[in-house]
């Protein structure tokens, strides 16, 4: 049976707002796999500078696509999470998880104590 911690219009709300979130990781990830290409193409090219130039900027690209991909999955299990009715519940220590937690990061696994145990990835990472 599942413990329902916030309310389904506060739900309906979170669905919306992590719906939101999901589209624009995934409007960065193609953003950021089409630079990856592009540039990953240009580290065979030009003078050495500018080709390790291109294999630095390829390798920072790979890291905030990983980055974005890690989010993306958090998003998508948030969403899962609201379908099993097991939303807004600690998956640690099963505890309701604050309304102004989900609030700020609608996609939290873990309440406040347990999330600083529990390394999240940062939201925006770069
Ligand atoms: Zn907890």
Do not use: F
């Not at 290409?37 to 390790?52: F, I, L, M, N, V």
């Amino acid at each position: 049976m599942s413990i329902l911690t916030i309310s389904l219009p506060r739900q309906a709300e979170r669905r919306a707002q992590l719906e939101h979130c999901w589209r624009a990781r995934l409007e960065r990830i193609t953003e950021l796999s089409l630079a990856y290409h592009d540039t990953a193409q240009r580290t065979g090219q030009g003078t050495s500078a500018e080709r390790s130039r291109a294999a630095r900027r390829v390798r920072k690209l790979a890291r905030a696509a990983a980055g974005e991909r890690q989010e993306l999955a958090e998003i998508e299990a948030a969403l899962q999470r609201i379908s099993n009715g097991e939303y807004g519940q600690c998956e640690q220590c099963r505890a309701p998880i604050s309304a102004a937690l989900l609030a700020s990061r609608p996609q939290a696994r873990y309440c406040e104590s347990c999330g600083r145990l529990a390394a999240q990835p940062a939201p925006h990472p770069r």
